[in-house]
């Protein structure tokens, strides 16, 4: 029972240009959303999270929106850089320790 | 400043033959988190655990498994009887339980077992 979603696999975007990453889920109990960036042969790395009661937060280059009715999230990064090429997975927080996790998306920044 | 650190990093061992791993969590942090990652898939979570105490289990926790934490601190996941199937990244990570920030759990470099 995949809770997370993530849809696209992979994603390649110009430096510079704006990067989004999406994200749907199914439960509605999710209280906060996290998106993590992990690089080859290292644990993942957490960039930016969400409150369920939020539509936006913002982190530098990084911005979150959560949209409930959809329940959908993207993550915004703009401009991106090719330090940003990395898998980036999306999180989702119930009862604030049980966290599920989607597949990931690869994303490339080419210069 | 010391984040979640593993031991070892790699571990090759035959069907078969038990494994232990270590985690070390940063060292303010209450809330200690073992995971499972196969290729192309997010971290599955298996267990967690609040000071010393296992508050839960995944049903991916087989009888095979099992995880301590005995003072609080590092905690470590041994797998009896190693399967091939068992062969994975095993990521442990820590949170500081209450954080207004949906306590973020931070992540160790993972220990990646291949069993022959």
């Known amino acids: 029972d995949q809770q997370v979603k993530q849809n696209s696999p992979s994603l390649s975007v110009q430096e510079g240009r704006i990067s989004i990453l999406n994200c749907d889920y199914t439960?509605?109990?999710?209280?906060?959303f996290l998106w993590y960036k992990k690089y080859p042969a290292e644990g993942p790395t957490f960039l930016i999270s969400?409150?369920?009661?939020?539509d936006k937060n913002e982190d530098g280059r990084f911005t979150v929106f959560l949209n409930k009715s959809a329940k959908h999230l993207s993550l915004h990064i703009v401009p991106s850089q090719p330090g940003d090429s990395a898998v980036y997975f999306c999180?989702?927080?119930?009862?604030?320790?049980?966290?599920?996790f989607g597949a990931g998306t690869r994303l490339t920044v080419k210069p | 400043d010391t984040g979640v650190s593993q031991d070892p990093r790699h571990k090759i061992t035959k069907r078969g033959q038990n494994v232990t791993f270590r985690c070390d969590p940063i060292?303010?942090?209450?809330?200690l988190y073992w995971y499972r990652q196969t290729l192309g898939q997010g971290p599955e979570f298996l267990t967690y655990?609040?000071?010393?105490?296992?508050?839960?289990k995944s049903r991916l926790l087989s009888d095979r498994f099992s995880a301590e934490r005995p003072k609080g601190s590092f905690s470590t996941l041994e797998i009896q009887r190693t399967e091939q199937g068992d062969s994975a990244m095993y990521l442990c990570?820590?949170?500081?339980?209450?954080?207004?920030?949906?306590?973020?759990?931070?992540f160790g470099p993972g220990t990646r077992l291949l069993v022959l």
């Open positions: 060292s303010e942090h209450n809330r």
């Open positions: 990570a820590s949170s500081l339980a209450g954080d207004s920030s949906g306590s973020p759990q931070y």
């Open positions: 999180a989702a927080l119930v009862n604030n320790n049980d966290m599920r």
């Open positions: 439960n509605s109990m999710f209280d906060y």
């Open positions: 969400i409150s369920s009661i939020k």
């Open positions: 655990f609040q000071n010393e105490a296992q508050l839960e």
